[in-house]
């Protein structure tokens, strides 16, 4: 299956599952698209760290993270947000102050919230990292 196709089965499969901390909100979300594209665990390796936002914050600081941003360039190559490619996973920063994982889709990203699918613009993204 070609990259295309693995984001866009990824991403439908992701969309459809009713938002709930840890097992289908955003991080899951960047999380299920690096395993999809390359093989790792990410999902597995996080599952049932967290059940609230506030809980969400304290896993990742115990992890010795005080953003999204640094956990991921653990994982993945660190890029620029203009150099994400479809499947690519990027950092939001939006209205509500907090840090959001998303996919790049080309000219556009997009995430995961409580109140469902939000495409987002480059201008929205503090970070991005090359997957696969």
């Known amino acids: ?77 660190q890029i620029s947000p203009a150099e994400a490619r479809i499947g690519d996973v990027v950092v939001l920063l939006l209205a509500d102050g907090a840090e959001h994982c998303g996919i790049c889709l080309g000219g556009r990203f997009v995430t995961k919230t409580e109140a469902g699918r939000s495409d987002r613009l480059l201008a929205d993204c503090i970070a991005a990292f090359r997957v696969g």
Not at 6 to 26: F, G, H, K, Q, R
Not at 70 to 75: D, G
Request: proline letters at 4%; aromatic letters at 10%; a positive charge.
């Open 1 to 77: 299956m070609n990259r295309f196709r693995v984001v866009e089965a990824t991403l439908n499969a992701e969309l459809t599952i009713p938002y709930a901390y840890c097992s289908a909100d955003c991080f899951h979300l960047g999380c299920s698209m690096i395993d999809a594209l390359t093989g790792s665990q990410l999902v597995a390796k996080y599952a049932g760290s967290y059940r609230t936002l506030p809980g969400a914050q304290r896993a990742l600081r115990r992890r010795g993270h005080k953003s999204l941003v640094s956990l991921f360039a653990k994982h993945v190559p």
